[in-house]
């Protein structure tokens, strides 16, 4: 607040301080959401991912961004549309596995599950 006091909304220092933030948001985003997209690839399954929240927050984001162009510059939207980007393709990625298992009739949870009960299993016979 007193760095935009000081030097007022006009000056050139604070136009860039803003420009430099706005890199910083939309770089953090991506830190942020690129290991997700990775690990959902890698393992070949959503996980504990809402498909629910994906599609609101991806989509719902763009529109946010949309509506805001009309009134802001593009830098200011610019981490929205990074954030709905990299979202929708984390939705879409989702979408495509949970089809795929579908497909197959593999349920994901189910192995989960069948690995803890063996874990279990093994730990009690080792127990005795």
């Known amino acids: 607040?007193?760095?935009?006091?000081?030097?007022?909304?006009?000056?050139?220092?604070?136009?860039?301080?803003?420009?430099?933030l706005v890199i910083i948001s939309s770089v953090g985003t991506m830190i942020v959401l690129l290991p997700q997209i990775y690990s959902t690839y890698k393992?070949?399954?959503?996980?504990?991912?809402s498909m629910e929240t994906l599609f609101?927050?991806?989509f719902g984001t763009f529109l946010l961004a949309?509506?805001?162009?009309?009134q802001n510059s593009w830098y200011i939207t610019m981490p929205y549309f990074v954030s709905a980007t990299f979202t929708t393709i984390l939705f879409?990625?989702?979408?495509?596995?949970?089809?795929?298992?579908?497909?197959?009739?593999?349920?994901?949870?189910?192995t989960a599950n069948h690995r803890?009960?063996?874990?279990?299993e093994h730990e009690s016979i080792n127990a005795e």
């Open 1 to 20: 607040m007193g760095f935009t006091l000081d030097l007022g909304f006009d000056h050139d220092a604070t136009f860039y301080f803003g420009q430099i």
């Open 116 to 120: 803890q009960t063996e874990k279990h």
């Open 56 to 58: 609101m927050q991806g």
């Open 92 to 110: 879409f990625e989702a979408l495509y596995y949970v089809r795929q298992d579908k497909k197959t009739g593999h349920d994901p949870t189910a």
């Open 43 to 49: 393992l070949k399954h959503i996980g504990s991912l």
């Open 66 to 70: 949309y509506f805001s162009l009309s």
